[in-house]
């Protein structure tokens, strides 16, 4: 049963009006309801019902709902106790995962009475979404469901019996860690505390306390009943917690496809805690976030893609969108060979759905380096000047994966044109979650016969290209306030002198430096740089280098020359790539990625005047 709620303000959400009701739940509870995006009648719409944990209410997801709004219909509900939703009496027994299951299915029916619901869960919200996934009482009204930073309270009580029970010390050292972990748990079964605090001192300082702890924009979250949820939410934890974990249930599979999300910051939960999940959930799709615990609003862009394309996905394999076995790979194409190899599924977890601008791509380590993160699902922007390289590029991103890649005709020197880009971008498809400027030209000869035409060239592409690209993405990610990772592709010439190659050294030494100085400045927002530096890659920028100082035909001899020499070397870019990959999973500083990188940075190091010798050679390029 439904009905409107008496007197209560409609307010105008990020899209449009939002809808406010109240259903009865379990043991007549009022639940307080809220929807947005046009409502079950469209059933062009899939519905999406969003479920907060503890000690939040509904608002925990303002940020998400507007990302999601345009695509679907948007439900929220305050759980029994919480917000505007009535609290059971007594509390005691209350809260059970019984009686949250019968409220979950009064709101599903009546939101979306004709068509299973997709289900997103974060915290206690995701505690509840495995309950319900997993009983046969709502089989047929859950289509899939996303689950953010909260197991399955069955899953978790057998991961805690198998390794005690088969001991050794890695799962100890885990069982440990987590209880650790658990503190506030035991915490919240003490009588009568947590709830003095909630209402007093600490229900003060939590939304404090939450800013400083996740970096959290203040705005209509936590709201003014915090003290209130928190004290009653309490018996979500008393109710089920001690009895479900003693007594997990004996197979708890999920009927639904299932998305898991983990922050691998997270401080209440260990990320081992979801190491065996693939033995309850066949069908899982896993997402990493290098975050902290409340991703709804820290990382609300890329949970929305994620919940997007994952709901979309289920549906079209469902035949709910009446695509049912569609592909979205260009008709008759062929998958390209694997970039990633064995890293794959790690990279997927990490990757999948977030948005990638590589500039440079049009072939070499730019293009290997697309297709890496196409693998690994993600959205794929592919620049350079060479508009019809950067289409080869994303003819073959969506062929290893990234349905969604398109690429941009911009030369990376051009600031006018850089800014161009990224204000399109940003408005098309948000703020890149990782950019990799790679775009770089090889200029080599001494210095004396380098003009300042010469200079301008190399250091408006090699240089100014990198500035454009960290300081405008730079800045868009600061102001989105989510974290994030820049590449900048510098070399081995960054810390080996050579008296060739004045020009280029000096443009690829001040990129390394750069990073350094950026990965210091950006590191408080959660962002990192990275600096990539190859060594003898096979790519075409030996063909196209140009040489100073020297003829037509001498400068061609030198190209083929290069060209030779480095195909012998026979050090491919999808390597370079996988490297690139590794240093945004790893949040890694200065990564050489060839051996004679290595050895030259080492060198520089513990030998400075060695290489101050080799720097007398004259090199390849």
């Known amino acids: 049963m439904s009905e409107r709620s008496d007197g209560s303000p409609v307010e105008e959400g990020a899209r449009g009006p939002v809808r406010e009701r109240f259903v009865t739940g379990a043991d007549g509870v009022r639940l307080s309801v809220a929807e947005y995006g046009e409502g079950p009648g469209d059933a062009a719409r899939p519905t999406v019902v969003l479920l907060h944990g503890y000690p939040d209410s509904k608002e925990v997801w303002s940020r998400v709902v507007p990302l999601l709004a345009d695509r679907f219909h948007v439900v929220l509900y305050d759980v029994r106790g919480h917000g505007r939703s009535q609290a059971p009496a007594p509390l005691k027994g209350g809260f059970t995962l019984d009686r949250l299951t019968a409220d979950f299915l009064a709101v599903a029916d009546a939101v979306s009475p004709d068509r299973p619901v997709h289900l997103v869960g974060h915290d206690w919200g995701s505690v509840q979404g495995w309950e319900f996934v997993t009983v046969p009482q709502t089989r047929g009204r859950i289509a899939s469901f996303t689950s953010v930073s909260g197991p399955s309270l069955d899953h978790f009580g057998h991961w805690i019996r198998e390794r005690v029970r088969r001991p050794t010390a890695r799962h100890l050292a885990q069982v440990l860690s987590q209880g650790a972990k658990s503190w506030y748990i035991y915490a919240l079964h003490t009588p009568v505390l947590p709830e003095l605090a909630w209402r007093g001192p600490l229900g003060k300082r939590w939304p404090a306390m939450m800013a400083r702890a996740e970096k959290l924009p203040r705005g209509d979250y936590p709201t003014a009943s915090l003290p209130r ?39 209440f939960l260990s990320v081992p805690l979801y190491a065996d999940l693939e033995r309850w ?16 609003r820290t990382r609300p862009d890329q949970l929305a893609g994620w919940v997007t394309e994952f709901v979309s996905r289920t549906d079209r394999e469902s035949g709910r969108d009446g695509e049912r076995g569609s592909d979205p790979a260009p008709t008759g194409s062929s998958k390209v060979p694997s970039v990633l190899g064995k890293g794959r599924a790690e990279a997927v977890e990490r990757f999948g759905g977030q948005l990638v601008l590589v500039t440079g791509a049009a072939s070499g380590i730019g293009r290997a380096t697309a297709l890496a993160f196409a693998e690994a699902g993600a959205r794929v922007v592919a620049v350079d000047r060479d508009g019809e390289g950067a289409a080869r590029t994303v003819e073959l991103a969506r062929r290893a994966g990234a349905p969604e890649a398109w690429p941009e005709t911009v030369d990376v020197s051009d600031a006018r044109a850089m800014e161009e880009l ?16 790679n775009a770089g030209i090889g200029l080599a000869g001494s210095f004396l016969d380098t003009s300042p035409a010469d200079w301008k060239e190399v250091l408006d592409v090699n240089l ?18 989510q974290g994030g990772h820049i590449v900048n592709t510098a070399s081995a010439a960054a810390f080996q002198p050579s008296r060739a190659l004045p020009a280029y050294s000096t443009s690829k030494a001040a990129v390394l430096m750069l990073s350094e100085c950026l990965r210091a400045e950006l590191a408080p927002h959660g962002i990192g740089v990275s600096a990539i530096c190859p060594g003898f890659v096979a790519t075409p920028i030996t063909a196209s280098a140009r040489h100073t100082g020297v003829d037509a035909a001498e400068q061609q001899r030198r190209r083929d020359r290069s060209a030779k020499l480095y195909k012998l070397r026979n050090y491919p870019p999808e390597k370079v790539a996988r490297a690139i990959v590794h240093a945004v999973q790893r949040d890694l500083a200065v990564v050489p990625v060839t051996p004679e990188a290595h050895g030259l940075r080492l060198l520089s190091r513990l030998a400075p005047g060695v290489a101050r010798t080799l720097a007398r050679v004259d090199p390849p390029l």
Not at 239 to 249: A, G, I, K
Not at 464 to 481: K, N, S, Y
């Open 422 to 437: 990224a204000i399109r971008t940003s408005a098309d498809r948000g703020v890149p979650d990782v950019v990799v400027n």
């Open 229 to 267: 949820d928190a004290a009653h939410g309490a018996w979500l934890y008393r109710d089920n917690v001690r009895q479900r974990l003693s007594h997990p249930r004996p197979d708890p599979r999920p009927h639904v496809p299932v998305q898991l999300v983990t922050p691998t910051g997270d401080p």
């Open 464 to 481: 100014w290209g990198v500035i454009h690209g960290c300081r405008l993405f730079g800045r868009q990610m600061v102001e989105r306030g």
């Open 281 to 296: 959930v066949p069908d899982l799709t896993r997402r990493t976030l290098p975050v902290k615990h409340w991703v709804p």
